[in-house]
């Protein structure tokens, strides 16, 4: 039998979550969902400086708003000991080394070789050191960072989303594992935890590709094998621009703001740079149903705020009333959300509509002679929503002369739901007294 899968959502809090970060959350859960397996939040918070615990509230916050559950929890910052105890083993076994150069030498050295033509990559200096001269150096106060020693070879994985892929490691300078003052890289920690929790694929953004074959090395290194890996392609802006400079605006906080419904979100990021239509749902199930890693194009993927507010828009003319009902103002029934649902932008607007319903509004009176025949016409209550119908056929007049007047008066607006559905919910006594111009 197949391993359930195991994934992870790793940001870092130190800042807000954006529609890049999300869309990563969004394909790690869904892949969980759809698979039976499990969906871990990992706060990468090693970063102590700029960690914030309100960064951290406000990431459970959205996760929760838009859906997307965990089964686990974990912090990186808890799990110290597991990277010294890493460290230590790297370090045993020769693939960790320490590294004296400051930040100045390196640029000179990286600088030389490119006046050279040559790439630059670091030269392993630190290698040649013996340990007479390490302690030389630490004598003069100088405290190692630490790189790990990439083997010569070529990678190669399997992406699940950019098919074959390799990465030439005899290119690439060793990478910094742990910092001058102890502290360690992401990309490191990453692996130590990857294997610690057992997670089977990793789902992550593009910007990470680069990192996967030095990561793939370290697993190895540390005898694990290294998880599955999907590569999801970035967004860009309409204009081709990366979203990450304009984390800002795109928060989930500002979206919330805006009114967008986090169903949208979610329906619009599973469905960019795919070949597959964008459409409305209603839960996430849809889109658990529809995952597909090979769905996903490689190209970079658009996300356009205005098709999002749209997509919002419509999510909320698809939502049945018992999916609303908890949001909704009170006294807002199924069949007042059935009426003005397809006339909203977002869910802030069906106030205007309760307030049309329940009165007291000006009605807009247009030609009052006709307005006021139509008020003694109007039939005996009980009303349903064929009562418009009948009433209008008997009012003499056709098309706009006779739908406009009616909506201003009873409306107090010239656009809105339709009619045969807003009058029965009005009532008598208010459209009545809305067609005599009279507040009601
Ligand atoms: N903390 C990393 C980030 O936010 C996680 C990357 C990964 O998923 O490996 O970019």
Redesign the pocket.
Known sequence: MAVAPVV?????PTGLLHVG?IR?ALFNWLFARRQGGSFIL?L?DTDRARSRPEFEEAIERDLKWLGLDWDRKERQSDRLARYDAARDRLVASGRLYPCYETPEELEFKRKRLLSQGRPPVYDRAALKLDEAARRQLEGEGRRPHWRFKLAAEEVRWDDLVRGPQHVDEASQSDPVLVRADGSYL?SFT?VVD?IDLAITH????E??VT?SGAQIQMFRALDAPAPVLAHLPLLVDAAGGGLSKRTGALSMGELRERGVEPLAIMALLARLGTADPVEPVTSLQPLIDAIDFARVGRAAARFSEEELAHLSARTLHAMPYDLMRARLPTGVTEALWLAVRGNLASLDDVKTWIAVVQGPIAPEIEDADFLAEAATSLPAEPWDEMTWKTWTAGLGRKGRALFHPLRLALTGRDKGPEMARLLPLIGRDKAAARLRGEAA
């Open positions: 992870r959502f790793a940001p870092s970060n990563a990992r990468d992401y990453s990857d990793v789902i992550r953004g910007d990470h990192n």
